[in-house]
């Protein structure tokens, strides 16, 4: 298996633009995750899908950010318009089933808003 | 709710000297803990969990309810070990979100 595969590994965009980015879990995996991590605030949980359902997007800061999951094998993360206090690494994550196996984690996007 | 804290984000040791970061959680029921590892510029990793009870590259950690603490231990620091540590706690039963804390930037030194 790849792992958890995010696209693109890096997004400079200017102020005002729309930004997706895209995540493909683990195969069988039940659970996806979107986290921001910034220096000042280190990992923040953004939302969460089970069965493709979001359950949780009590995290996702304002109405700019929109998660999807259409299907079992690929999530997006919406931000529009982009500002640039939305700059940081955004990581996706997947699991399976009980949380003591933990997550696994992909590369991140580096996004850069000026 | 639960929360999660790592109360240094910068720690150096000399290589060879022992580390421990520290982690402090709160948290009404029985959790599980986890230490999260990140290389520079590289994805999260698991490095261990304390239902295991495992020692992975020399670290351990050991769950210590009544001080509400997971601190991430190694005897003898290496410079491979510099690195981003998070500890991190999800609440048992159903619930399936971890929750993070601030992380530990580990340098070890030459």
């Known amino acids: 298996d790849a792992g958890v595969i995010q696209s693109p590994r890096h997004e400079v965009t200017e102020m005002g633009q729309e930004v997706t980015l895209r995540c493909k879990p683990i195969s069988g995996h039940d659970y996806l995750f979107w986290y921001r991590q910034t220096m000042m605030r280190g990992l923040e949980l953004l939302i969460y899908f089970n069965n493709n359902v979001p359950i949780d997007d009590s995290g996702m800061p304002e109405d700019r950010f929109s998660a999807k999951m259409p299907n079992a094998s690929f999530s997006t993360l919406k931000i529009q318009p982009s500002e640039p206090r939305d700059s940081a690494v955004y990581f996706c994550?997947?699991?399976?089933?009980?949380?003591?196996?933990?997550?696994?984690f992909g590369s991140g996007t580096r996004l850069t808003v000026v | 709710a639960q929360r999660v804290t790592q109360p240094e984000k910068l720690l150096s040791v000399f290589k060879g000297a022992p580390v421990e970061l520290k982690c402090n959680y709160s948290y009404s029921g029985s959790p599980e803990l986890f230490w999260y590892v990140q290389y520079s510029r590289q994805r999260l990793q698991l490095l261990l969990r304390h239902i295991s009870r495992e020692s992975i590259k020399g670290f351990t950690a050991d769950l210590n309810k009544g001080e509400t603490s997971f601190h991430l231990k190694k005897p003898f620091a290496q410079e491979e070990d510099s690195a981003m540590y998070y500890c991190?706690?999800?609440?048992?039963?159903?619930?399936?979100?971890?929750?993070f804390g601030s992380g530990t930037q580990l340098t070890v030194l030459p």
């Open positions: 991190a706690l999800s609440p048992s039963g159903s619930a399936r979100q971890l929750t």
């Open positions: 994550a997947s699991s399976l089933g009980p949380q003591g196996r933990g997550y696994t």
